[in-house]
């Protein structure tokens, strides 16, 4: 589960270890399996975004609200086996997809994004929500615009994290015929939810239940 999208272990495709990775010491929200690739998320990333992390991991630590890197991996294993056994090969994802996302376009038209304060994102690009808060229950949204979601949930649970899930989302925009992206919700509480953003690789010649493989993630308190 490291946080570095340049990981070398993602590239191999080696997945989520059961060792104890290094974590942040003051954000506690980043997870690396290297200081190698500490260093670069750093550089890359994390500077601009460790010291709200911090303030917002002591907030919800004294709010008793705090996971732990376990509880994270599990999440996101749990959130990779589902593709692997729901999902269908890519090409047929993204056609489902894209049939909601005009259907949805249609009923409810987008509300333009506000210059200077959202990411603009093509409206065509879609993403699979993985809800088990929705009734406690298992529920799958295979094509939710990923604009709408900009401008909707994400408006109030990104927050620091923008600069991040931007990122996963152009190399999206960049890779439609490769990344794919997911957002599980998971119940903490009566009032709040985990939210856990991935972006996946899908492999076309990796072994049945094997093809979508997790490569960076971001979890949002919501």
């Not at 500490?38 to 991991?57: G, I, K, S």
């Not at 705090?66 to 729901?86: G, H, M, P, Y």
């Not at 015929?177 to 991935?198: H, I, T």
Request: neutral net charge; aromatic residues 10%; glycine residues 4%.
């Amino acid at each position: 589960m490291c946080s570095n999208a340049k990981c070398p272990l993602h590239l191999k495709r080696q997945g989520m270890g059961k060792l104890p990775p290094k974590i942040c010491s003051s954000c506690h929200a980043v997870t690396y399996c290297s200081e190698g690739c500490q260093a670069t998320d750093w550089l890359a990333l994390h500077w601009v975004e460790c010291p709200e992390l911090t303030r917002v991991y002591h907030e919800q630590r004294l709010a008793g609200r705090w996971t732990s890197w376990r509880t994270r991996r599990d999440q996101l294993i749990f959130l990779q086996v589902v593709a692997n056994a729901d999902f269908p090969d890519l090409p047929d994802l993204e056609k489902k997809q894209a049939a909601f996302v005009e259907q949805a376009s249609a009923t409810f038209p987008a509300q333009p994004t506000q210059a200077g304060t959202r990411p603009h994102y093509d409206p065509h690009l879609a993403l699979t929500m993985v809800d088990l808060a929705m009734q406690r229950q298992l529920t799958l949204f295979l094509g939710l615009a990923v604009s709408d979601m900009n401008q909707s949930w994400w408006f109030d649970i990104n927050g620091v994290w923008d600069r991040r899930i931007e990122a996963c989302v152009r190399d999206m925009e960049r890779n439609q015929d490769r990344v794919v992206l997911v957002e599980g919700r998971f119940s903490l509480d009566e009032k709040y939810a985990m939210w856990v953003f991935v972006k996946m690789e899908w492999n076309p010649d990796a072994p049945e239940k094997e093809k979508y493989r997790i490569v960076d993630h971001a979890f949002r308190l919501g």
